[in-house]
């Protein structure tokens, strides 16, 4: 009964300082991470939404699964399905970079309207990189 008493009590204490500790880390980290003038920065640049859709310039059709990144950062999305895509940029001037496999990657700037259509060409050069390799086995 004693024994279970102070596992008891020793469990909690160490509950209540992992917590405190847990929360001093996330307020520090957060505050050496992103500095207080560049968290108000970024919060003022990300208002821009660009959304808009991607596809082949060939036909028309949607293209699903398009990267589309902001240059020279790792910040992007994919298309939908249905080739449409939303993002959040910093600024009108922001670039946006545009590649899918077998297009020619296409590079926009996002610009003041909200609404940015794309047409991604077809790159003949990559079509020939293409291999296709077969694994298994088929009875008649």
């Known amino acids: 009964m004693y024994l279970r008493k ?5 469990t909690s204490r160490i509950l209540q ?8 880390v996330a307020v520090v980290s957060s505050a050496v991470v992103m500095p ?3 968290r108000a920065a970024t919060s003022e640049n990300v208002d821009k939404r660009v959304t808009g859709k991607v596809t082949n310039a060939a036909n028309g059709e949607a293209l699903p ?3 589309v990144i902001i240059k020279g950062t790792t910040n992007g ?7 449409n895509y939303s993002l959040n940029v910093p600024d009108e001037n922001t670039i946006l970079v545009f590649s899918y496999i077998g297009f020619l990657n296409q590079e926009v700037v996002a610009g003041k309207g909200a609404s940015l259509n794309v047409q991604l ?3 003949p050069k990559s079509l020939n990189t293409v291999v296709v390799v077969g694994y298994g086995t088929q009875k008649k």
């Open 17 to 24: 300082k992992t917590i405190v500790c847990a929360a001093f």
């Open 65 to 67: 699964g398009v990267s």
């Open 36 to 38: 207080s003038h560049a």
């Open 77 to 83: 999305t994919t298309t939908d399905v249905n080739g």
């Open 121 to 123: 060409g077809t790159d």
């Open 6 to 10: 102070n596992l008891l009590y020793l």
